[in-house]
């Protein structure tokens, strides 16, 4: 950390107040943003009931608020049934949600504080068979209907699958299947209309409602560890995947429909030991090198070369102590003089105590970018230095942005006294209560994009149109919006009215193709989108025409910055098409190109997402607002990333990068030391994966949205990745620091051998049984009288009722982290040796357990016993181990995982006295018979 912000985090810890029962009732924070000047505390509060389920939770402004009048509702309230379930959940930001579950937890109803009601009807196997919608103002509809493969579809493997989902799109159907289970032919058909149905029982009544014609085909060949290695998308061309040994990307090739020629879009990637790219080349012999910081991995450089060696990119990253990048200096760019100014291509960032971004300064281009409607095309050489100054409030709410340079000076919101919405002020004048209330639903989705701009929402809280004019006569300017059953956005179209026409331009999304039409320039454009490593390539075929000056076939190669951001796009002799900086939270800082034509089929800028016509960035789940610097409607995923459902990746845009719009996720990013330790100990981010990622592998799709009641368990869904990236998340609470991995040392005396589980090596007894250790605080006798080691609250046979459900609701590796990561931990932590996992000789005893038939099992729907497909292939040590003591969960008398980049094991079932054969003192080397 530079010795100027060393002062800013002097004396801010992060404290932890608990109950009796151990439960962290209370969390502070210490707040400075000027270096020497007095901290505030930010006190974050949750209550619990009887049975220690957190019940009403406030964020710092709001607890506050809550002092002067106890009656004001909390950030978040839940009310949950006898069984634990969550029944009815009301939050300031997003209103009330009341769901009715089923006996097997299914979802039966659920209504929403705008009135929308949701029914599914299920099978015997408690599969979905039809989802009914009903608005307050609409009729109930059949918006989804699943069919599934019967003992007659045993020919293309689909046999209890999904074959055929009619969704709010239109129509998917899965015709083939691998061996493993896996899609590898999908065709779409979308509806004859824009909209939602409301699908007809008889399969031939749903069929008129669909375009006709064979649809869209996508196709997939898998290999044996179910890695795609060939995509052919629906217009025939063909992505041809080459892995390394150990299942990374290796090479990507290209060959489009009609052509026997193969175009290579990256080669000779290069992994250094933690997983992370150091070289590749591109088909247009850019070679780009990355160079990590041995001490923490930490991404130091970034190198962009063309054939001639020609700097196109030379990114140099500068950090402090906890990760949070201080200046990214781009070498490949020149030191420029304009206005009596001297401008550095360098950009630098200042944090306060909480590891919000408070300054940024850098350079950028004259002229207005405030707005939504344009990127702005202000002459690319009268540049000049920027400053920003960012304050927030107590709820994290940017509400003040100050911007000091040549383009508009910035913006001020106000937010509502006991929620987060929030407006910006108008003519210097700041919105009222009432003003505030009126811009947003019931369900906090806004309702006006900026004066004379409404949007409009669909029943399952998506974006369904924006209006850019709305005229007297009803013909009005629209761009609107369909998503398939998983909530992914499969059309957008754009209608203009004239006089004299509607000119419609479409999009339509299709895996690895989009396909663009305009009914005016009447241009149809097939874009093929491919996966070229760490960064992206856009291939632009034309069916029609090309425009004037563009070839055909035009391949795009796209370098990308930390953030997975579009920095510059190439052709295919790496001429530069564009180039694009941005200010730390996505407005466009500077851009130039050779020519504005090229520049207009520039789509995907900020983020690595796609930018529309009305400014908003699509990032899969929800819409980004850059101008305001906050999200457009309450995460859908709710308070998954704190009680703010309207900030902007936890206000560090520098340091965090948001996938899919549900929470900063860093995981799809490049990883790093810090990022990891980070990820086990507060839980604020997941252990990352190796970049780049994978081939895609085709969705099943989800039979429920997310965004709507409650998601069916969907394993498999698609969502675009985000490649590279360096990630910060904010400071993880206060504990213990885990003790080095001893498991390549010799084993000791008790062990007969090892067991290895992945990256892991488990010790054995001479029977054969596992070996866990524990250290524990409690005396033997303490431990013999309780009956053993067992989960929080002793929760008995529904342990795995409850470990089923979270495995499917948010994930194994995210249960397994808010394990690792909890001061009381639910479960049982065990060590795989004597100062692993269990916190060594810190505590009073170590005891010594072995566990019979305890082996690493499969993590899918059959070991857990679900009625609806699911499967995860865990890769390495960034993703969590299931072992059972049999094949099914139900059966298991033992249940543990590995969490990630531990040496752990966490056992979801209890340990009784009769598997603790061992104890000995803290510090002593001899072990003592348990009983």
């Known amino acids: 950390m530079q010795a100027s912000t060393m002062g800013m985090h002097h004396q801010t810890p992060g404290l932890s107040v608990v109950d009796p029962r151990g439960l962290p009732i209370r969390s502070v924070d210490y707040w400075r943003e000027v270096e020497g000047d007095p901290t505030q505390a930010r006190i974050n509060r949750t209550f619990h009931d009887a049975a220690g389920r957190a019940v009403e939770q406030w964020d710092p402004r709001l607890w506050a608020l809550s002092e002067e009048d106890p009656l004001r509702r909390a950030n978040l309230t839940t009310v949950f049934s006898l069984a634990g379930n ?56 059949a918006v989804e209907r699943m069919t599934y493969g019967g ?117 000779e990637i290069q992994y250094n030991a933690e997983g992370q790219v150091t070289h590749e080349t591109a088909g247009n012999h850019v070679q780009t090198t990355l160079l990590y910081s041995a001490e923490d991995g930490l991404l130091r450089e970034r190198r962009a070369q063309d054939a001639s060696a020609r700097w196109l990119q030379h990114l140099i990253y500068d950090y402090d102590r906890t990760g949070n990048v201080l200046s990214i200096e781009d070498k490949a760019l020149p030191v420029r003089y304009f206005a009596n100014q001297r401008i550095e291509p360098i950009s630098r960032f200042s944090y306060d105590s909480l590891y919000q971004l408070i300054e940024a300064s850098g350079w950028e281009a004259g002229g207005p970018n405030q707005g939504p409607e344009s990127v702005g095309q202000a002459d690319p050489a009268a540049v000049s230095n920027y400053r920003q100054t960012y304050s927030y409030d107590e709820s994290g709410n940017l509400l003040k942005l100050t911007h000091v340079g040549a383009k508009n000076p910035g913006r001020e919101l106000k937010a509502a006294r006991y929620s987060n919405r929030c407006l910006p002020w108008r003519n210097g004048v700041p919105p009222t209560e009432e003003e505030i209330a009126a811009a947003f639903d019931a369900k906090g989705n806004c309702l006006e994009l900026d004066q004379g701009r409404f949007l409009r929402w669909d029943l399952r809280n998506q974006l369904q149109s924006i209006s850019p004019v709305e005229r007297d006569s009803g013909l009005n300017d629209q761009e609107s919006y369909v998503y398939d059953g998983g909530g992914q956005r499969v059309r957008k179209i754009r209608s203009l009215n004239t006089n004299a026409r509607t000119v419609v331009a479409e999009v339509r999304y299709l895996p690895g193709l989009e396909l663009r039409t305009d009914s005016g320039t009447r241009e149809a454009l097939q874009v093929i989108t491919a996966q070229a490593g760490l960064n992206s390539v856009r291939v632009l075929h034309w069916e029609t025409d090309p425009p004037s000056g563009v070839t055909n076939d035009q391949y795009r190669y796209s370098l990308v910055d930390h953030l997975n951001s579009c920095t510059l796009e190439l052709a295919d002799d790496a001429r530069v098409i564009s180039r694009e900086t941005y200010h730390p939270f996505g407005t466009t800082a500077w851009s130039a190109g050779p020519n504005d034509t090229d520049g207009d089929y520039k789509t995907v800028r900020y983020s690595g997402k796609e930018r529309d016509a009305t400014g908003l960035y699509y990032y899969g789940f929800r819409y980004y607002l850059p101008w305001l610097q906050r999200w457009l409607n309450p995460d859908p995923a709710g308070a998954i990333d704190g009680l703010n459902l309207y900030r902007m990746v936890r206000n560090n845009p520098v340091g965090l990068v948001d996938v899919d719009g549900l929470a900063p996720d860093p995981k799809d990013g490049q ?171 810190t505590r009073a005893y170590q005891y010594r357990m072995e566990i019979p038939g305890l082996k690493e099992r499969d993590i899918n729907d059959q070991t857990l016993g679900l009625g609806a497909p699911f499967e995860f292939t865990p890769k390495g040590r960034l993703d969590t181990r299931l072992l059972m003591s049999d094949d099914t969960l139900d059966g298991a008398e033992f249940v543990a995982i590995i969490p990630p980049v531990t040496v752990e094991m966490t056992f979801i079932t209890p340990i009784p006295n009769a598997y603790i054969v061992a104890v000995r003192e803290a510090k002593s080397t001899q072990w003592k018979p348990f009983l």
């Not at 579809?153 to 015709?175: K, M, S, W, Y």
């Not at 008790?750 to 892991?760: D, E, F, L, N, Q």
Request: charged share 20%.
């Open 671 to 841: 990883g790093n030391a810090v990022s990891r330790l980070r990820g086990m100990f507060s839980g604020l981010s997941t252990s990352p994966q190796p970049a780049p990622v994978r081939p895609l592998v085709p969705a099943r799709p989800a039979s429920l949205a997310p965004a709507a009641i409650a998601p069916w368990p969907n394993a498999e869904q698609t969502v675009q990745p985000s490649k590279a990236s360096v990630v910060a998340p904010r400071r993880p609470p206060p504990i213990s620091l885990p003790t080095a991995d001893k498991s390549n040392e010799a084993l000791p005396s008790y062990a007969g051998g090892s067991m290895t589980v992945g990256s892991h090596q488990l010790m054995l007894a001479t029977s054969g049984s596992v070996i866990a250790t524990r250290a524990d605080n409690r005396s033997p006798k303490t431990i013999r009288k309780a009956g053993g080691f067992f989960p929080r609250d002793n929760r008995g046979p529904k342990i795995k009722d409850e470990f089923r459900r979270a495995v499917v609701s948010n994930g194994i590796n995210t249960l397994a982290q808010e394990h690792v990561r909890s001061p009381f931990p639910g479960y049982v932590s065990t060590g795989m040796d004597e100062v692993s996992g269990g916190f060594g000789d």
């Open 86 to 141: 969550a029944l009815f959940t009301d939050s300031v930001d997003a209103g009330w949600q009341l769901n009715l579950p089923g006996l097997g937890n299914e979802v039966l109803q659920g209504w929403d504080s705008r009135g929308a009601g949701r029914e599914v009807e299920y099978d015997d196997l408690l599969r979905p068979l039809v989802v009914f919608e009903q608005g307050t103002t609409e009729p109930r509809r």
């Open 151 to 267: 003992p007659d579809h045993g020919a293309r493997n689909q046999c209890g699958q999904l074959i055929r989902h009619d969704d709010p799109a239109g129509t998917v159907l899965f015709e083939a299947f691998s061996i493993t289970g896996k899609c590898v032919k999908q065709v779409r058909h979308f509806t004859l209309a824009p909209v939602a149905p409301d699908w007809p029982q008889l399969e031939a009544d749903r069929q008129r409602l669909l375009e006709p014609g064979e649809g869209a085909a996508s196709t997939w060949s898998f290999g044996p560890l179910k890695d795609v290695l060939e995509q052919v998308d629906a217009k025939g061309n063909r992505q041809v995947f080459s892995l390394t040994l150990d299942g990374r990307l290796r090479e990507t090739r290209l060959q489009l429909q009609g052509l026997t020629t193969w175009q290579t879009l990256v080669k």
